[in-house]
Protein backbone atom coordinates (compact mmCIF):
# COMPACT_ATOMS: atom_id res chain seq x y z
CA UNK A 1 0.00 0.00 0.00
CA UNK A 2 1.12 3.30 -0.74
CA UNK A 3 4.17 4.52 -2.89
CA UNK A 4 7.40 3.65 -1.05
CA UNK A 5 9.54 6.41 -0.28
CA UNK A 6 12.83 4.93 -2.03
CA UNK A 7 16.30 6.33 -3.00
CA UNK A 8 14.86 8.86 -5.89
CA UNK A 9 12.27 9.97 -3.19
CA UNK A 10 14.67 10.83 -0.64
CA UNK A 11 17.59 12.58 -2.60
CA UNK A 12 14.40 14.75 -4.24
CA UNK A 13 13.61 15.19 -0.80
CA UNK A 14 16.66 16.05 0.52
CA UNK A 15 17.64 18.57 -2.41
CA UNK A 16 14.29 20.59 -1.74
CA UNK A 17 14.49 21.25 1.60
CA UNK A 18 18.59 21.64 1.60
CA UNK A 19 17.67 24.84 -1.44
CA UNK A 20 14.69 25.92 1.44
CA UNK A 21 17.12 25.97 4.14
CA UNK A 22 19.95 27.29 2.70
CA UNK A 23 17.76 30.66 1.85
CA UNK A 24 16.70 30.92 4.91
CA UNK A 25 19.96 31.11 7.17
CA UNK A 26 23.45 30.25 7.11
CA UNK A 27 25.14 27.25 6.18
CA UNK A 28 25.60 26.26 9.84
CA UNK A 29 21.79 25.91 10.72
CA UNK A 30 21.07 24.53 6.91
CA UNK A 31 23.76 21.80 7.96
CA UNK A 32 21.74 21.16 11.17
CA UNK A 33 18.81 20.86 9.67
CA UNK A 34 19.19 18.79 7.13
CA UNK A 35 21.17 16.61 9.80
CA UNK A 36 18.19 16.31 12.13
CA UNK A 37 15.70 15.51 8.82
CA UNK A 38 18.42 12.62 7.88
CA UNK A 39 17.85 10.93 10.75
CA UNK A 40 14.13 11.34 10.43
CA UNK A 41 14.00 9.93 7.50
CA UNK A 42 16.43 6.92 8.37
CA UNK A 43 14.23 6.33 11.25
CA UNK A 44 10.70 6.32 9.90
CA UNK A 45 8.86 3.17 9.07
CA UNK A 46 9.82 1.00 5.12
CA UNK A 47 6.07 1.74 4.40
CA UNK A 48 6.01 5.55 4.92
CA UNK A 49 5.70 7.64 1.82
CA UNK A 50 6.90 10.92 0.85
CA UNK A 51 3.79 12.67 2.37
CA UNK A 52 3.95 11.15 5.79
CA UNK A 53 7.18 13.33 6.69
CA UNK A 54 5.70 16.41 5.86
CA UNK A 55 4.27 17.11 9.59
CA UNK A 56 8.00 16.35 10.99
CA UNK A 57 9.50 18.61 8.21
CA UNK A 58 7.14 21.72 9.55
CA UNK A 59 7.81 21.04 12.73
CA UNK A 60 12.01 20.80 12.01
CA UNK A 61 11.33 24.38 10.00
CA UNK A 62 9.34 25.99 12.79
CA UNK A 63 11.96 24.81 15.45
CA UNK A 64 15.20 25.67 13.34
CA UNK A 65 13.95 29.12 12.01
CA UNK A 66 10.58 30.38 13.73
CA UNK A 67 8.52 29.52 10.49
CA UNK A 68 5.06 28.71 11.59
CA UNK A 69 4.00 25.31 11.49
CA UNK A 70 1.08 26.66 8.50
CA UNK A 71 3.77 28.28 6.68
CA UNK A 72 1.23 28.17 3.50
CA UNK A 73 -1.44 30.44 4.99
CA UNK A 74 -0.84 33.41 3.15
CA UNK A 75 -0.46 30.75 -0.75
CA UNK A 76 -3.79 29.46 0.58
CA UNK A 77 -5.38 32.79 0.93
CA UNK A 78 -4.30 33.74 -2.54
CA UNK A 79 -5.57 30.22 -4.08
CA UNK A 80 -8.76 30.52 -2.49
CA UNK A 81 -9.12 33.90 -4.11
CA UNK A 82 -7.82 33.64 -7.30
CA UNK A 83 -10.30 30.44 -7.78
CA UNK A 84 -12.93 32.24 -6.39
CA UNK A 85 -13.06 35.06 -9.15
CA UNK A 86 -13.11 32.05 -11.64
CA UNK A 87 -15.22 30.14 -10.42
CA UNK A 88 -18.49 31.87 -12.91
CA UNK A 89 -16.44 31.89 -15.78
CA UNK A 90 -15.22 28.02 -15.43
CA UNK A 91 -19.36 27.26 -14.55
CA UNK A 92 -20.32 28.53 -17.96
CA UNK A 93 -17.66 26.91 -19.47
CA UNK A 94 -18.83 23.35 -18.19
CA UNK A 95 -22.22 24.30 -18.73
CA UNK A 96 -21.73 24.73 -22.35
CA UNK A 97 -19.48 21.30 -22.48
CA UNK A 98 -20.56 18.14 -24.47
CA UNK A 99 -20.13 16.42 -20.94
CA UNK A 100 -20.21 18.63 -18.48
CA UNK A 101 -19.41 16.43 -15.52
CA UNK A 102 -16.21 15.60 -17.73
CA UNK A 103 -15.48 18.91 -18.07
CA UNK A 104 -16.00 19.73 -14.71
CA UNK A 105 -13.40 16.81 -13.87
CA UNK A 106 -10.63 18.40 -16.17
CA UNK A 107 -10.52 21.68 -14.43
CA UNK A 108 -10.45 19.72 -11.41
CA UNK A 109 -7.36 18.10 -11.90
CA UNK A 110 -5.69 21.23 -13.60
CA UNK A 111 -6.06 22.64 -10.16
CA UNK A 112 -4.16 20.52 -8.43
CA UNK A 113 -1.32 22.57 -10.24
CA UNK A 114 -1.26 24.88 -7.66
CA UNK A 115 0.87 23.25 -5.06
CA UNK A 116 3.40 25.24 -3.09
CA UNK A 117 5.01 22.36 -1.76
CA UNK A 118 5.89 19.70 -4.61
CA UNK A 119 6.12 22.60 -7.27
CA UNK A 120 8.54 24.72 -4.80
CA UNK A 121 9.38 27.68 -6.16
CA UNK A 122 7.43 26.88 -10.03
CA UNK A 123 3.68 27.75 -8.98
CA UNK A 124 2.28 30.70 -11.06
CA UNK A 125 -1.22 31.88 -11.06
CA UNK A 126 -0.30 33.53 -14.91
CA UNK A 127 0.50 29.65 -15.92
CA UNK A 128 -2.91 28.21 -14.16
CA UNK A 129 -4.86 30.83 -16.22
CA UNK A 130 -2.63 28.78 -19.31
CA UNK A 131 -3.48 25.50 -18.09
CA UNK A 132 -6.98 26.20 -17.22
CA UNK A 133 -7.58 27.97 -20.89
CA UNK A 134 -6.40 24.57 -22.35
CA UNK A 135 -8.49 22.33 -19.97
CA UNK A 136 -11.27 21.46 -22.01
CA UNK A 137 -8.26 19.87 -24.65
CA UNK A 138 -6.84 17.87 -21.94
CA UNK A 139 -7.62 14.13 -22.46
CA UNK A 140 -8.48 11.61 -19.38
CA UNK A 141 -8.56 7.40 -19.71
CA UNK A 142 -11.86 7.37 -21.48
CA UNK A 143 -12.17 3.55 -20.46
CA UNK A 144 -11.96 4.58 -16.88
CA UNK A 145 -13.91 7.57 -16.99
CA UNK A 146 -16.47 5.00 -18.25
CA UNK A 147 -15.75 2.91 -15.30
CA UNK A 148 -16.30 6.31 -12.86
CA UNK A 149 -19.61 6.80 -14.10
CA UNK A 150 -20.74 3.39 -14.08
CA UNK A 151 -19.96 3.35 -10.31
CA UNK A 152 -21.57 6.63 -10.05
CA UNK A 153 -24.76 5.21 -11.29
CA UNK A 154 -25.17 2.29 -8.80
CA UNK A 155 -23.30 3.65 -5.87
CA UNK A 156 -25.08 5.47 -2.99
CA UNK A 157 -22.10 7.56 -1.73
CA UNK A 158 -18.98 9.29 -2.64
CA UNK A 159 -16.09 10.57 -0.73
CA UNK A 160 -14.51 13.18 -2.11
CA UNK A 161 -11.22 13.40 -0.52
CA UNK A 162 -9.53 17.20 -1.66
CA UNK A 163 -6.11 18.09 -1.83
CA UNK A 164 -4.80 22.06 -2.26
CA UNK A 165 -6.48 25.17 -1.48
CA UNK A 166 -7.63 26.65 -4.33
CA UNK A 167 -8.27 23.22 -5.82
CA UNK A 168 -10.86 22.50 -3.72
CA UNK A 169 -12.89 25.37 -5.78
CA UNK A 170 -12.48 23.44 -9.23
CA UNK A 171 -13.21 20.57 -6.79
CA UNK A 172 -16.67 21.89 -5.69
CA UNK A 173 -17.60 22.58 -9.65
CA UNK A 174 -17.11 19.04 -9.78
CA UNK A 175 -19.29 17.41 -7.40
CA UNK A 176 -21.75 20.16 -8.01
CA UNK A 177 -21.95 17.95 -11.89
CA UNK A 178 -21.45 14.42 -10.17
CA UNK A 179 -24.65 15.79 -8.28
CA UNK A 180 -26.22 16.85 -10.77
CA UNK A 181 -25.60 13.97 -13.07
CA UNK A 182 -26.37 11.34 -10.23
CA UNK A 183 -28.70 13.15 -7.83
CA UNK A 184 -29.54 10.13 -5.99
CA UNK A 185 -25.74 9.78 -5.01
CA UNK A 186 -24.80 11.17 -1.39
CA UNK A 187 -21.68 13.36 -1.76
CA UNK A 188 -19.22 13.69 1.28
CA UNK A 189 -16.03 16.22 1.31
CA UNK A 190 -12.86 15.33 3.55
CA UNK A 191 -10.44 17.43 4.28
CA UNK A 192 -6.61 17.51 6.08
CA UNK A 193 -7.17 18.03 9.84
CA UNK A 194 -4.57 20.45 10.16
CA UNK A 195 -1.68 22.86 8.41
CA UNK A 196 -0.39 19.86 5.43
CA UNK A 197 1.92 22.31 3.42
CA UNK A 198 -0.63 24.24 1.42
CA UNK A 199 -3.28 21.71 1.41
CA UNK A 200 -7.35 22.40 1.90
CA UNK A 201 -8.68 22.37 5.63
CA UNK A 202 -12.07 22.96 6.33
CA UNK A 203 -11.63 26.97 6.55
CA UNK A 204 -10.77 26.53 2.83
CA UNK A 205 -13.82 24.11 2.20
CA UNK A 206 -16.01 27.08 4.09
CA UNK A 207 -14.21 30.06 1.96
CA UNK A 208 -15.31 27.99 -1.32
CA UNK A 209 -18.42 27.67 -0.01
CA UNK A 210 -18.52 23.90 -0.30
CA UNK A 211 -22.34 22.91 -0.04
CA UNK A 212 -21.90 19.12 1.17
CA UNK A 213 -21.00 18.02 4.35
CA UNK A 214 -17.42 18.65 5.10
CA UNK A 215 -15.40 15.80 7.55
CA UNK A 216 -11.66 15.77 7.90
CA UNK A 217 -8.89 13.15 7.78
CA UNK A 218 -7.39 13.98 11.37
CA UNK A 219 -3.75 14.80 10.65
CA UNK A 220 -1.80 17.27 8.94
CA UNK A 221 -0.04 14.66 6.91
CA UNK A 222 -0.55 15.68 3.00
CA UNK A 223 -2.11 12.75 1.93
CA UNK A 224 -4.63 10.19 3.39
CA UNK A 225 -2.36 7.74 5.54
CA UNK A 226 -5.02 4.86 6.36
CA UNK A 227 -3.04 4.40 9.66
CA UNK A 228 -2.73 7.64 10.86
CA UNK A 229 -6.72 8.82 9.94
CA UNK A 230 -9.13 9.49 12.57
CA UNK A 231 -12.19 6.82 12.74
CA UNK A 232 -14.85 9.36 10.94
CA UNK A 233 -11.82 9.07 7.81
CA UNK A 234 -11.49 5.89 8.25
CA UNK A 235 -15.34 4.90 8.55
CA UNK A 236 -15.94 7.22 5.52
CA UNK A 237 -13.28 5.90 3.27
CA UNK A 238 -15.17 1.96 4.29
CA UNK A 239 -18.41 2.86 3.79
CA UNK A 240 -18.04 4.88 0.60
CA UNK A 241 -19.56 3.27 -2.42
CA UNK A 242 -17.25 5.59 -4.76
CA UNK A 243 -13.70 7.78 -3.36
CA UNK A 244 -12.48 10.18 -5.75
CA UNK A 245 -9.16 11.02 -4.37
CA UNK A 246 -7.40 14.61 -5.74
CA UNK A 247 -3.70 15.01 -5.83
CA UNK A 248 -0.77 13.02 -6.49
CA UNK A 249 0.16 13.34 -2.43
CA UNK A 250 -3.26 11.08 -1.96
CA UNK A 251 -2.33 8.53 -4.72
CA UNK A 252 1.32 8.77 -3.22
CA UNK A 253 -0.51 7.38 0.17
CA UNK A 254 -3.20 5.22 -1.12
CA UNK A 255 -2.47 3.25 -4.20
CA UNK A 256 -2.90 -0.20 -3.70
CA UNK A 257 -5.19 0.49 -0.88
CA UNK A 258 -8.13 -1.77 -2.09
CA UNK A 259 -10.81 0.15 -2.22
CA UNK A 260 -13.09 1.37 -4.97
CA UNK A 261 -10.90 4.90 -5.86
CA UNK A 262 -10.39 6.88 -8.52
CA UNK A 263 -7.16 9.16 -8.33
CA UNK A 264 -7.10 12.33 -10.55
CA UNK A 265 -4.03 13.99 -10.41
CA UNK A 266 -0.88 16.07 -12.43
CA UNK A 267 2.12 14.46 -12.48
CA UNK A 268 4.77 16.11 -10.11
CA UNK A 269 7.47 14.51 -10.39
CA UNK A 270 9.78 11.92 -11.82
CA UNK A 271 9.00 9.17 -9.66
CA UNK A 272 5.07 9.66 -10.99
CA UNK A 273 6.76 10.04 -14.42
CA UNK A 274 8.74 7.06 -14.75
CA UNK A 275 5.42 5.24 -12.76
CA UNK A 276 2.56 6.09 -15.10
CA UNK A 277 5.07 6.99 -18.20
CA UNK A 278 4.02 10.05 -18.54
CA UNK A 279 5.62 14.03 -18.73
CA UNK A 280 5.63 16.09 -15.90
CA UNK A 281 2.15 17.94 -15.73
CA UNK A 282 -0.12 15.41 -17.33
CA UNK A 283 -3.30 15.06 -16.20
CA UNK A 284 -4.19 11.51 -14.98
CA UNK A 285 -7.04 9.50 -13.91
CA UNK A 286 -6.27 6.17 -12.45
CA UNK A 287 -8.41 3.56 -10.74
CA UNK A 288 -7.21 1.36 -8.23
CA UNK A 289 -8.69 -1.68 -9.12
CA UNK A 290 -7.67 -1.95 -12.69
Known sequence: MSIAFNSQCILCYLERNARKANSLGTEEQASAFLKEMMALIS?????????????????????????????????????????????????????????????????????????????????????????????????????????????????????????????????????????????????????????????????DAAAVGIPFPVIDNGTCIPGTWLPALGQEAKAAIAQADVILAKGQGNAETMLGCGYNVYYAFLVKCIRFQELFHKPALTPMLVRERS
Open 43 to 203: SAPAEYSAPCFAPMTAELYHRHYGLDMDRYRQEKADSNAFVLERMEQIRQKVALAPDPLLASLKFAILGNYIDFAALEGKVSFQQLDALLNSALEQELDSSTYAALRRDLETGKTLLYLTDNAGEIGFDRICAEEIAKAFPHIRITFCVRGGPANNDATRE
